[in-house]
């Protein structure tokens, strides 16, 4: 166990739905940080999180949101679902801002029918 | 824009023998890099790292070298043990602190 929870482990849902993934971060750490896993792809930087605030973007789609709230857990918001958006999506965290060593969740996999 | 390419999907090695895993980069720019390691079902963990301004890396059976003027570096694993079949990924830093991963790389050990 990592001490970064993710949830829910498998999610099915049609194109056109609205899904959210939730990440609680490591007990003390600040920043989160989400990525996608597609089919033989590496992992894909999508948006990281420190504290509350918004601190880089990756190659996140318009259709897809993210937030941290106070208690620092964060929510991923994809809407508007693809086929092409079915993936592993892992949440990550660190204790300090700029920290090169993350800690990984153990995803949450998004079918899209 | 895959600015960190591993180029081998899978190696197969015999148990106690060594371990090579590839990876190449072209960002001139990352200043640090990480090797995780995967296992089914889990999230990726860290496994070792090495900082830019080094070209070697060493703990225990895992040893990272760099070469900037190549922009390549390698993870060898000696000896391979069973346990050490998972999937490997290569991560680089940028100086936004954004790490840049490649495909993986799934190395099965065989008995």
């Known amino acids: 166990d990592s001490g970064v929870t993710q949830t829910p482990k498998h999610l099915i849902t049609a194109t056109g739905q609205r899904v959210t993934l939730r990440c609680s971060p490591r007990s003390g750490d600040l920043s989160v940080y989400w990525y996608q896993q597609s089919l033989d792809q590496g992992l894909q930087f999508l948006i990281h999180?420190?504290?509350?605030?918004?601190?880089a973007k990756g190659n996140i789609l318009e259709r897809f949101s993210a937030q941290q709230f106070p208690d620092l857990h964060s929510e991923l918001n994809l809407s508007s679902l693809e086929l092409g958006d079915s993936a592993l999506y892992f949440c990550?965290?660190?204790?300090?801002?700029?920290?090169?060593?993350?800690?990984f969740g153990a995803g949450s996999r998004l079918t899209v029918l | 824009d895959q600015q960190v390419k591993q180029n081998s999907p899978s190696l197969s090695v015999q148990e106690g023998r060594i371990s090579i895993l590839n990876c190449d980069y072209t960002n001139s720019m990352f200043d640090y890099f990480l090797w995780y390691k995967k296992y089914p079902a889990e999230g990726p963990t860290f496994l070792i790292s090495?900082?830019?301004?080094?070209d070697k890396n060493e703990d225990g059976r895992f040893t990272v070298f760099l070469n900037k003027s190549a922009k390549h570096l390698s993870l060898h694993i000696v000896p391979s043990q069973p346990g050490d079949s998972a999937v490997y990924f290569c991560a680089a830093e940028s100086n936004d602190y954004k790490l840049s991963f490649g495909a993986g790389t799934t190395v099965t050990v065989r008995a």
């Open positions: 999180y420190y504290n509350g605030e918004e601190r």
């Open positions: 090495i900082s830019s301004i080094k």
């Open positions: 990550a965290s660190s204790v300090q801002y700029g920290a090169n060593v993350l800690t």
